[in-house]
């Protein structure tokens, strides 16, 4: 598996692959034929993001969270990379993700952080997987599954202390603490809750969450505990406690502009273009013309559209705001609506040579950031990765082991 991806990472590279601040711009002709595009994903990156994490969080053990296939980037690539580098912990939002991990970082913790599923109980313990015990009824529930006077397998709890989302409130834990029956009968391994607001790191909520976490991580003494995801990590040392849990930063995102993550990209998108096309002054462009030329246009019609992860927000109608394409490092406005399959740019402004049938255009890259997608289609570069499409092409650029 390793040296096939190697070969293909080798054999479309233009640049070294992988090679530290030098961005991978994919090789046209070395794609598939019939690739409408191909999404990138830089497996050295995300190891070196992953170290330069751990090394950030310092004593406090750094897992990893990848959840939703690994932010939308393939977990059977991603998680295999993490464990290689080291990473021993991860988080999943449901079980079957769970289970999916642990296949491929056998050995692994795996946590669960949409909790116990009513009645699911006996599939996540089958799977070796642990819950996020996130309501008291929960709690109840996987306490049920252990043998008679015996423990129910390992599991973290969750505590809310103002997100409001999941976890235990306040109520629910005094009355958990006064069940040592309860509790004799659970095998924690973990306590967690989850900040609101800690894309602002001058925001007063992250102070008193973390003081309502130190209050109420009381009731179990000894436990470890766990507090910041990405941007909790970088708040500062106060926030990490015993575990912190980044995702979004290890696929190279930055939340957090005013306090930006030692991270590198990980990803970058690029799509066909399909046919480069002069049309007259005034003419309109795609569905329900919205846009208008307003002079003699050359308009490229490139192969990804909203199925393909192209925000519709990022549509243009004349005079509007909208997305943005690259070529070559030079930007062109998307013109007129983004459809399913497809999107239009005009690309009249570059130069000639540039724009040719077959060759690639930028989406997400080197010189249009995530954090700017995100921000042009009115989202985060959270959605924005998820919702990556499935019909593209995928690249894995091989970590530093040679895996991939
Ligand atoms: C998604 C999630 C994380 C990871 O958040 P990032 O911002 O991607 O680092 C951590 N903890 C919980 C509870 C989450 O839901």
Known sequence: MSGRATGAAETAATGEAGAA??????????????????????????????????????????????????????????????NRAGCRTFFVATPDEGAA?????????????????????????????????????????????????????????????????LGLPAADLDRLAGEPGLLARLDLRLVISHLAAADEPL????????????????HFPGLPRSLAASDGLMIGEDFHFDLVRPGYALYGGQAMPERPAPVVPAVSVHARILQVADVPAGAPIGYSATYRTRSR????????????????????????????????????????????????????????????????????GATIGLEEVGGRAGTIGYEVLTRLGRRFHRLYLPDANGGG
């Not at 050995?107 to 909790?115: E, S």
């Not at 309501?135 to 397998?153: I, K, N, Q, T, Y």
């Not at 925001?203 to 009381?218: E, T």
């Open 21 to 82: 601040g030098r961005p991978f711009v994919p090789d046209a002709t070395r794609l598939p034929a019939g690739a409408t595009g191909v999404v990138v994903v830089d497996l050295g990156a995300i190891r070196g993001n992953y170290l330069a994490l751990r090394s950030l969080a310092g004593r406090a053990e750094c897992a990893a969270v990848v959840k939703a296939d690994a932010y939308g980037l393939g977990a059977a690539k991603v998680v295999p990379a993490l």
């Open 101 to 165: 991990a642990l296949r491929l970082a056998p050995g692994a913790t795996v946590y669960v952080l949409d909790g116990l599923i009513k009645g699911a109980g006996p599939a996540i313990a089958a799977a070796g997987v642990r819950p996020v015990l996130t309501g008291l009824d929960e709690v109840r529930e996987w306490a049920a599954l252990g043998p008679p006077e015996g423990r129910s397998p390992p599991a973290a709890l969750h505590i809310d202390t103002g997100l409001h989302r």
């Open 203 to 218: 925001n007063p909520m992250n102070g008193m969450q973390r003081q309502a976490f130190l209050a109420r991580a009381a």
């Open 297 to 364: 246009r050359r308009i490229a019609t490139i192969a990804a559209g909203y199925a393909d992860g192209v925000f519709r927000h990022l549509s243009r109608a004349s005079g509007s705001q909208g997305g943005e394409i690259a070529i070559a490092g030079r930007r062109a406005p998307i013109v007129g609506r983004v459809s399913m399959d497809l999107v239009t740019a005009d690309v009249t402004d570059l130069p000639e040579g540039l724009v040719a049938r077959g060759g690639l255009a930028e989406l997400i």
